[in-house]
């Protein structure tokens, strides 16, 4: 049931949101060029790599895509880029991870390499289902971004505060995960991202 409805609605969303994904783009372009898009390789289901997907909101940095992430780092943030960000609108193109298979809508955000191995065992059991789009550690930490970028060690705070709750929230959901569940999620991520 999972699958159909993560491909039914991936591709229903994909469609409607047409305009969207070329508007979003055209700000891009404007702004800062090419490319519009932002692949970065991310551990998926199994430990296994895949690459990831989002509206570019940084300038450009080659390392960046093989999975660089320094926390804390918005340097680089583009005018567009922390609209896209505040708004979520940088993730939609997810969408189509989803639709491949890579990703479902819910389930734990995937991380890149460096992260997975600060705490391997934890990941484990987390890369037993597929990653997603949104969960419960989404919603809790949807103001990320301006927890570390009040702290004076980002690094550090992310490593040993932030994640760490987030691998509970994630150990926590492949215990219990249900198909409601996944639909209550949804709708407390559309709350969070509406009324924020």
């Known amino acids: 049931m999972k699958t159909i409805f993560d491909f039914t609605i991936s591709l229903i969303f994909i469609i409607l949101l047409i305009p969207v ?10 702004d800062t060029g090419f490319p519009v898009f932002f692949i970065q390789k991310r551990v998926g289901k199994g430990g296994k790599l895949f690459s990831m997907l989002k509206f570019r909101t940084m300038t450009v940095l080659k390392a960046a895509q093989q999975g660089t992430f320094d926390a804390g780092d918005s340097s680089r943030v583009t005018s567009v880029g922390k609209i ?26 995937p991380e890149v390499q460096k992260w997975v191995n600060a705490y391997p065992e934890r ?6 289902v597929k990653p997603g789009i949104t969960d419960n550690a989404s919603i809790a930490f949807r103001n990320e971004e301006e927890i570390l970028a009040t702290s004076s060690e980002p690094q550090n705070t992310y490593l040993n505060e932030i994640l760490p709750r987030k691998l509970e929230l994630y150990e926590e959901y492949v215990r219990n995960k249900t198909f409601w569940g996944d639909i209550g999620i949804i709708f407390k991520t559309a709350t969070s991202v509406l009324f924020r």
């Open 84 to 109: 896209l960000r505040k708004t979520k609108i940088d993730e939609l193109p997810q969408l189509i991870n989803v639709l491949i298979g890579k990703m479902s809508i819910v389930g734990p955000r």
């Open 123 to 128: 990941w484990t059991i987390v890369h037993s």
């Open 21 to 30: 994904f070329l508007l979003v783009s055209l700000f891009i372009i404007i």
